[in-house]
Each structure stands twice: as structure tokens, then as C-alpha cells.
């Protein structure tokens, strides 16, 4: 089965997977779906014995259908290797009764690096595909962790380069540390006078420049993109809910076929939707929670059915969540409409225009399966300390929102199913707020000495992640405002 790639605003289609992933974004601003959600062809009794890779394989294989086995073989084998700290890729623990999913053991830990260890080779693969001899320029707007874990990912990659934009004071200091070292000379990192949407509205506003693309073209160059909005990071995170559902039945946790339900910690909707998307394959999972922090938007559109991003942006202790617009519910928007792209394209455009849409009575109907809720700073961190307090377990500030949603939509609703709770960056990442949330207090001191005293008192080691950047070289200090960025990419790359 062939599965094409089209806009969810209309301008493009027929397009292959390799073709889709080169693009990143289409030309019209929309998103690219497939045409279809194909269903797993192996059962959950065969993947409970797979490994993390084959599982990873015959979720991918589905989606990239223009990618041959060897292709998509070699390209999750490079991925999913020793740059883990665990063989299993992602962990499953247990903890006060829920079933936390570990996203982060791997090079930068946090979760984006489920899917930014893969997409360089994705692309480069896809490259070699479409006979494309540009170098390839990925363009990311961060809110902390994907900025990061895209360098990390495409640092010294042949045929690539890499520019990261974050909100200036927008980002924990590990995360600011960690991307200002960052090596390879292909990476560039820039400081953004402004906040993350401001980051991701300039990065979009960048790609539709059609004028542009002919001015880097001319040197040899061509723009691609690694934010969530690209298909190659969508159908990674695929895998780890359908390994997880098979390694809960593996271990006995589960009957085969009994309903899981599952809480993501949401920002731009990804990892989320990658759940729905599981779901939609097969894997029997039941309620999506999407949870929110203070920056509620996704909670007030699931409970009204009305998005709308005229409000102030709020800076949280989970910061990889400050976000106002949610790229990729532009995808379940349009599955919700029946793929109708015109629809969807009047949706956005309303967005754009007033800052706030409706969707229909059958549209939200449609999305049903979802729960929004949202915690604020406090039942955040007295959630953290409760489950410390109750078992040990440790988890970051991002995961402890999602732990205190997956609790109020149990009180709410009654509803007793298990619960897999996606935790999605270490602890160590957010040192300071996790600290505090379990002391109750934050005793000064810097950085480092907080990381080392969260270790002393929870007896987990500090990650390599974070031990490296304690002496490393600060190497990138570009900073500029968002109408600037064109002229910063131009400048980086010399044109
Ligand atoms: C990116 C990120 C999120 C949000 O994920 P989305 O796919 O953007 O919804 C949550 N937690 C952490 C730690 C992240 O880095």
C-alpha cells in the first residue's frame, strides 16, 4: 500500500514520505497528513516480543511507504543506539498506580530526542531519494528541548547545517547552557528578543518567503524544517505508545485488548497526536488527556470547542509547554472535518486574522476520545512531592502537570482505567523547580549545586547530559529580534 502526503490547507498533495520530510512544512502553511491512518499489520501478542527497533519498523514502514526496508532499517539502527543510556529506548515505571512512559533517555533527555535521533537520517536518506544535491538548512524554533535535540541530532551531518532560535529568558538555564555549547560547525544557535510563538511565527514566516528561497537556492541551499510540524518527527513518536501497550502486556500489567488510557504533557500537540494516531492504528488505548499548564488554550478549546490565543503568554516551571498556538492541532482539525482542506484552511486563516476560530458541533464530536485539563504551579509541584514523598519516584516539571491532570480526570470522571503517563524530559533538566517542589523551598546556590543536591537526596545519578555542560564552552551568543530572523539566517549562511 502507497501512502501519499497532501497539505491540510489544500496546496499540495500526491506527495511521497521522503518527499513530505524534505519539505517539512508546505508552501500553502499547512501541515502534510497522509491519506490515509493504516492500520498495524502484525498483533500486540507478536510486538509484546519485539525489541524498541523492530517495533519502531513495523509502525514506521506503514507511514514511510516510498523509504525500502534497508533504508528504514539503517535509519532507526543509527538512531536507537548506544546515544540511549538503556537498551529498552524508553522505560516504563510504575509508580503511586499510574505507569509513567520515560521519554528522555537519550542524549539531550528529553523527549524530542525520540524523534530528533532520526529525522537526519530520515532526510538525509529522503535526499539521496529526490536526487537533491542543495544542503539541506533546518530552521527550528525552540521552547527549550527541541532546539537541542535537533543539534544534537544533525550536528556534523554531512549535507546538512542547523539554526535554532529560542525566547531569550524564555528556557531553563540547563536548557539556554545546553544549546549555547552546542559543537559542530554546522550548528548555529540565536537568542530571540521576544516568546516562543514569536520564535515559531518568525520561522514559519521564513519558509513561505518565496523570494527567499530563491535567494538561497541561488547559493546552493534549501530550507527544511525538524519542529513537530514535520511528518518525520510525527511517525517516530508513533512507536513508544505502541511499544508501551506491548510492553505493559508483555509484563503482565494488562489483558490483551483491555483499553489504556493516556496523559501527554501538551505544547504544539506531537506528541499527542502521535498517541491519537496509535490509537487509530490499532493499539486498544482509550482517553487522550491532553494536558495543559497555565497557558491553558488547548483546555478552554477542548471544553468549548472555541481556540483561541488572544491572552497573555504565561511563563511556567514547565516551559517547554508555554505555548499559545498549538501547530499540530491543525491535523486533528482537519481529520475532524474529514480531511476537508478548504475548511481547515478558513480555520487557520481566522487564527491569523482574529487570533480565535469555532469549530463545528460534528467537529468536536469527532474529537470525543480527547480531555483537556490543566494544572497551575502549585498542584504541579505538590504532585511532584506526593508521589516522591509516597514512593521515590522522580519525575520533571513537564510530567508532573501531566500527573496532575491524569488525576483530575480520574476525580472527574470516575473512569478506573490504567493510566500511561508520558514523561517527557529529566528531572535533572529542571533541577531547580523540582527541587523546590519537593522541599517546599529552594535554598540559593547555582545551577549545579542544586542538580547535585536533587541527585544527593533522590540517590539518581546526574545524567551525562547535564554533567557535560558544567565546563563546557559557551560557542553561540547570536541574539536578534523576530523581524530580524530572515537577515540572521542569511547572515549565518552568507548570503
Ligand atoms: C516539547 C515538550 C513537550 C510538549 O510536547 P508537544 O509535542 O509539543 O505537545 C512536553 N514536555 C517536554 C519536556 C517537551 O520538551
Known amino acids: 500500500m502507497n501512502i501519499t502526503y497532501q497539505s491540510t490547507r489544500g496546496g499540495e498533495r500526491g506527495l511521497t514520505a521522503s518527499q513530505a520530510i524534505l519539505k517539512g512544512l508546505a508552501v500553502d502553511g499547512g501541515l502534510f497528513m497522509p491519506d490515509q491512518i493504516p492500520q498495524l499489520d502484525v498483533s500486540m501478542g507478536q510486538l509484546a516480543k519485539m525489541s524498541y527497533q523492530e517495533i519502531a519498523y513495523e509502525v514506521m514502514k506503514l507511514f514511510l511507504t516510498d523509504f525500502t526496508e534497508e533504508e528504514l532499517k539503517g535509519c532507526i539502527a543509527r538512531a536507537y543506539d548506544e546515544k540511549f543510556d538503556c537498551p529498552e529506548i524508553a522505560v516504563l515505571s510504575k509508580a ?12 539531550t533527555i528529553a523527549f524530542k530526542d525520540m524523534a530528533l535521533s ?156 502521535a498517541a491519537y494516531l496509535a490509537k487509530r492504528m490499532g493499539t486498544p488505548i ?8 497555565e497557558n491553558k488554550v488547548l483546555y478552554d478549546f477542548f471544553s468549548t470547542g472555541v481556540y483561541d490565543r488572544e491572552r497573555p503568554f504565561i511563563l511556567t516551571s514547565s516551559p517547554s509547554m508555554d505555548i499559545l498556538i498549538s501547530s499540530n492541532l491543525e491535523r486533528l482539525i482537519y481529520l475532524s472535518c474529514g480531511c476537508d482542506a478548504e475548511k481547515t484552511a478558513g480555520l487557520m486563516e481566522e487564527l491569523s486574522r482574529d487570533g480565535r476560530y469555532a469549530v463545528t458541533e460534528d467537529m468536536r464530536a469527532f474529537m470525543a476520545d480527547f480531555w483537556g485539563g490543566y494544572a497551575d504551579e502549585k498542584e504541579n509541584a505538590s504532585v ?112
Open 384 to 495: 511532584i512531592q506526593a508521589v516522591f514523598r509516597s514512593c521515590g519516584y522522580l519525575m520533571d516539571t513537564h510530567t508532573g502537570v501531566a500527573a496532575a491532570v491524569s488525576r483530575q480526570y480520574k476525580r472527574e470522571t470516575g473512569d478506573e482505567r490504567k493510566m500511561l503517563i508520558a514523561s517527557t524530559a529529566s528531572p535533572f533538566k529542571f533541577s531547580g523547580s523540582v527541587l523546590e517542589a519537593i522541599q517546599g523551598r529552594l535554598d540559593g546556590g547555582d545551577e549545579f549545586a542544586v542538580v547535585d543536591e536533587l541527585s544527593r537526596i533522590s540517590g539518581v545519578p546526574v545524567p551525562a547530559a547535564v554533567e557535560e555542560i558544567r565546563t563546557a564552552l559557551v560557542r553561540h551568543t547570536r541574539e536578534c529580534s523576530p523581524e530580524q530572523m530572515e537577515e540572521e539566517v542569511a547572515d549565518i549562511l552568507g548570503c
Open 118 to 273: 532520526i529525522l537526519p537520517h530520515l532526510m538525509t536518506t529522503a535526499a539521496k531519494k529526490n536526487g537533491v544535491s542543495n544542503e539541506i538548512v533546518i530552521l527550528a524554533a525552540t521552547s527549550g528541548d527541541t532546539g537541542k535535540a535537533a543539534m544534537a541530532g544533525f550536528a556534523d551531518v554531512p549535507g546538512t547545517r542547523i539554526i535554532v532560535f529560542y525566547p531569550k529568558g524564555g528556557v531553563s538555564r540547563i536548557q539556554e547552557l545546553q544549546m549555547v555549547t552546542q559543537k559542530g560547525d554546522n550548528t548555529a544557535v540565536v537568542a530571540i528578543h521576544g516568546n516562543f510563538d514569536d520564535a515559531q511565527t518568525g520561522v514559519k514566516k521564513i519558509f513561505s518567503d518565496r523570494e527567499f528561497e530563491k535567494r538561497l537556492a541561488a547559493k546552493g541551499f534549501q530550507l527544511s524544517s525538524a519542529n513537530s510540524i514535520n511528518v518525520g518527527r510525527l511517525v517516530p513518536q508513533i512507536a513508544y505508545y505502541v511499544y508501551a501497550y506491548a510492553k505493559l502486556l508483555e509484563n503482565g500489567e494488562i489483558a490483551d485488548g483491555e483499553l489504556v488510557n493516556v496523559t501527554v504533557p501538551t505544547g504544539n500537540f506531537g506528541n499527542i497526536l
Open 286 to 293: 482509550g482517553r487522550l488527556i491532553c494536558a495543559s499548564n
Open 96 to 107: 503511586d498506580g499510574d505507569y509513567y512512559l520515560e521519554l528522555y533517555h537519550g542524549s
